[in-house]
């Protein structure tokens, strides 16, 4: 996979990998790209990868480029999922990679109940996402719970 440069690391990282629907991914380009937050008082930003070299990849792939960027804490990719729905939900990965140096009691808690490593999310609700983890005020778990509470399993919007 080509590596991802110039992100800054304030925005939110959203990484094309199918390219059956222009309009689709155009669609969600319009939605990502709006000012989110109470009012809409926030500037939306965003490092969108539109690059063909990415069709196709599997969400491993799109993890192990990603973790290059040590400032990232989640990635969202525009799958043939988000492409084919009607919500267009992007898959927000976990970037965290454990270490392999764990608490034993901690580790065997992780083998035990694995904590959600991906989840499903509307285009409106990726800056919440990114804000919230970025600065450690919520756990990616906690988000990915929410959206499994949803009826369709997507996380949607606080308004």
Do not use: K
Not at 92 to 102: F, K, R, T
């Amino acid at each position: 996979m080509p590596e991802i440069a110039g992100r800054d690391e304030f925005a939110a990282l959203i990484v094309r990998t199918d390219y059956a629907d222009e309009a689709a991914w155009r669609a969600v380009v319009a939605e990502v790209t709006q000012p989110w937050g109470p009012g809409g008082e926030y500037e939306a930003w965003v490092h969108l990868v539109d690059d063909p070299a990415w069709a196709g990849a599997a969400p491993d792939a799109v993890l192990t480029a990603v973790r290059r960027d040590e400032e990232l804490s989640v990635v969202f990719v525009a799958d043939s999922t988000t492409m084919q729905t009607a919500r267009l939900p992007l898959l927000a990965l976990d970037v965290w990679c454990e270490d392999e140096e764990l608490d034993p009691v901690y580790y065997q808690e992780l083998v035990d109940c694995p904590p959600a490593r991906e989840f499903r999310t509307s285009p409106a609700a990726v800056h919440d996402v990114h804000a919230n983890l970025s600065i450690g005020n919520m756990d990616f778990e906690e988000f990915a719970e929410a959206a499994l509470a949803d009826p369709e399993g997507i996380l949607r919007p606080t308004r």
